[in-house]
């Protein structure tokens, strides 16, 4: 009999065009996503070199990081104008497929591929983004790579990778009513740090996992790349396979049933092993503030700001009080009681239609605070459309909420959604690092039901006794 | 690419750890298309206040660490995005050597394909080279072929990096050009997958 496996091992050893001993493995490569910030430096070395595409049908193109979210006719940065223009020529000139500014598939890379259809269980995707990792949530083993790598895989569809080591993140039991998906991923990642999954592929196992939708799946797997993991990625079952039956790339018919089966037969094997194991009980987590510069400085919403002088080394006191001092917080304050200035729902994190509507449940019929300013910021122009249709629009423009056009946006505002100096927002994103919202913004990762409370209190609130007002 | 074999160089410590790509170089300077010129904008947030004035109180603009190309740092170097824009900014400010406790997967890779040498050692030799290079003018060797860094007295360590990036690095190979020579495996590859 065979050794039982896991899906990492059965998707790379499907992927393996040559192998030898002492060298990493060269991988073949089925879809690669591309947008304007990592290209256009690859497609100039594939000009320099007289290159081409290898396969521009398994290459997927869209603009994101730079298109402003309102009045994205009028670019009035130029430097954004000819990164997203190079990208337009690039595509135009070697024949990939691009989802441009004024395309109806445009979005954020990571929400767009799981949405068409691209994204499926058992493929190998990269893209030039940390936070390609999110198509793991699928049962694909999807990583993020720089733009050297962009290169070498346009040229030629593989990429040289040592053999990951394997890491099974457990979470027993199921989430309380209000904790969601991300209140677990950054759980998960203050529990064991920002760099636990370093030289690992995560699976993450367990109940509360698979009772999870895509998108809390997503959420998931995209911040896997928090923990220090490239890719991070759940096994296919009936639920991933429910999302993706009639998306547009999917296959069709009697060939998806046959896709199915595939899908599902590539599931961890019971009995298989991994190089390491951690553990985590859901039913513990509550509702995760991060008060920090990393992700992995987050606490539950009824906790206190942390105090360096309890730090268990000198270079964890050093990095608490250097956190202190950016964030503008003292050591044990409750961080229930910290003001917010902004509140940002979006980025490949949290910004599907799922979490658009859990959003609105929370304000609808409610008003932002005066002191707030808020902004949702949908990941696809299909998702925007469908919030649209449901009347979401409606909901958080009469909260006092700005509805905006899809794109990356205050994520990392390389548009004009920036967070001004020392100010703070309660954000949806991945990523409280200093500058990144803004130079000497501040930012709180939360949850999109977190952030939607929050804009309304004006402060952080703990959404498990926030009162939801019963529709009319 | 520039191969790298042996590199002398002055030491600039940065004693600090999880140092993201978004510090080393923030998305405002993200919007080029060209690999050159970032280096002006290496470790902006920190260097620069917000008149764009540089920061007396942060280490690299002290003279004393003019002409520095080998940078130390804690742990978990490079973590957080994929930006290949953070080694081509500290590769053009003039560092050829990362040395660092642990570094990100990503940053580490994208090191590897630009000639920056990425050095892992343990956070006793970090220590010893940071109080070092705090206390003096601090030079240091990094020796890929032999896998060793050392100074003129007592320092003396060795490191490992994986055979096929040290190649690379040794040899300042385009790796595109090394992956071609493989063609006909992909092409049997794709063809198998594909009618089967």
Request: proline letters at 5%; aromatic letters at 8%; hydrophobic letters at 35%.
């Amino acid at each position: 009999m065979e050794m039982p496996k896991t899906i990492i091992e059965k998707i790379w050893e499907q992927h393996v065009v040559h192998h030898e001993e002492g060298k990493p493995d060269l991988l073949y490569i089925d879809l690669h996503l591309v947008h304007e910030v990592t290209s256009p430096q690859a497609f100039e070395g594939l000009r320099l070199n007289g290159r081409k595409v290898r396969r521009p049908d398994r290459t997927f193109a869209t603009m994101d990081h730079n298109v402003p979210t309102i009045h994205r006719h009028v670019i009035k940065d130029q430097i954004s104008k000819t990164q997203m223009d190079t990208l337009q020529k690039n595509c135009e000139e070697f024949n990939v497929p691009l989802a441009d500014i004024h395309h109806p598939d445009q979005g954020i890379v990571h929400v767009i591929g799981p949405e068409l259809g691209l994204t499926q269980p058992g493929k190998t995707i990269v893209c030039g983004d940390s936070h390609t990792s999110t198509h793991g949530a699928f049962g694909a083993l999807a990583f993020g790579i720089g733009t050297s790598e962009v290169e070498h895989v346009l040229a030629t569809q593989t990429i040289w990778q040592a053999r990951p080591k394997t890491l099974n993140v457990k979470v027993n039991g199921k989430l309380g009513t209000g904790v969601t998906a991300k209140d677990l991923i950054l759980a998960i990642i203050g529990k064991f740090g920002v760099k636990f999954g370093t030289g690992y592929v995560l699976e993450y196992t367990g109940e509360a996992i698979q009772s999870l939708s895509m998108e809390g799946r997503m959420t998931i797997c995209n911040m896997s790349i928090e923990a220090g993991a490239r890719a991070g990625l759940i096994s296919p079952d009936d639920t991933t396979v429910e999302f993706l039956r009639g998306k547009r790339h999917a296959p069709q018919g009697e060939d998806f049933e046959k896709a199915a089966q595939k899908w599902k037969s590539l599931a961890t094997d019971d009995g298989a092993t991994y190089d390491a194991t951690v553990e985590i009980d859901a039913d513990e987590i509550e509702p995760q503030v991060t008060w920090g510069t990393n992700p992995g400085m987050c606490i539950p919403v009824s906790g206190n700001v942390p105090d360096p002088t309890q730090a268990k080394s000198d270079s964890e006191k050093s990095e608490i009080r250097r956190a202190l001092e950016y964030m503008g917080l003292e050591a044990g304050q409750p961080i229930a009681a910290v003001k917010i200035d902004h509140v940002f729902i979006g980025s490949c994190t949290n910004s599907r239609l799922a979490d658009l509507k859990k959003a609105a449940t929370i304000i609808s019929g409610q008003k932002v605070n005066p002191a707030v300013t808020a902004i949702v910021v949908p990941g696809s122009h299909s998702v925007k459309v469908a919030a649209e249709k449901e009347g979401l629009d409606i909901i958080f423009k009469e909260a006092g909420f700005e509805w905006r056009d899809a794109g990356c946006s205050a994520c990392l505002g390389m548009n004009d959604d920036i967070i001004p100096d020392g100010e703070r927002c309660a954000s949806t994103s991945n990523r409280n690092f200093e500058g990144r919202q803004g130079a000497g913004a501040r930012t709180h990762l939360v949850s999109p039901e977190m952030a939607a409370a929050a804009a309304i209190e004006g402060k952080f609130v703990d959404i498990r006794k926030f009162s939801v007002p019963t529709p009319n | 690419m520039e191969p790298i074999r042996k590199h002398e160089g002055l030491v600039y410590p940065l004693n600090r750890s999880n140092i993201d790509t978004d510090q080393i170089i923030p998305k405002q300077f993200l919007k080029r298309i060209s690999r050159q010129g970032f280096g002006e904008f290496l470790f902006y947030n920190w260097r620069f206040d917000s008149k764009g004035e540089p920061r007396s109180d942060f280490s690299l603009n002290f003279p004393k660490y003019n002409g520095t190309s080998i940078l130390v740092a804690g742990d978990n170097f490079g973590c957080g995005s994929s930006r290949e824009h953070a080694p081509w900014a500290l590769q053009d400010y003039g560092f050829r050597v990362i040395i660092a406790s642990s570094f990100a997967d990503i940053f580490y890779n994208n090191c590897t394909k630009n000639g920056i040498l990425p050095v892992q050692l343990t956070e006793d030799q970090i220590s010893e080279l940071i109080d070092q290079a705090e206390a003096k003018s601090y030079t240091i060797t990094v020796d890929l072929e032999n896998k060793r860094v050392y100074d003129n007295h007592n320092f003396d360590a060795s490191f490992d990096l994986p055979n096929y990036q040290r190649e690379m690095l040794l040899n300042g190979w385009d790796e595109i050009a090394v992956t071609l020579t493989h063609k006909n495996k992909i092409d049997k590859f794709e063809e198998e997958r594909e009618f089967s």
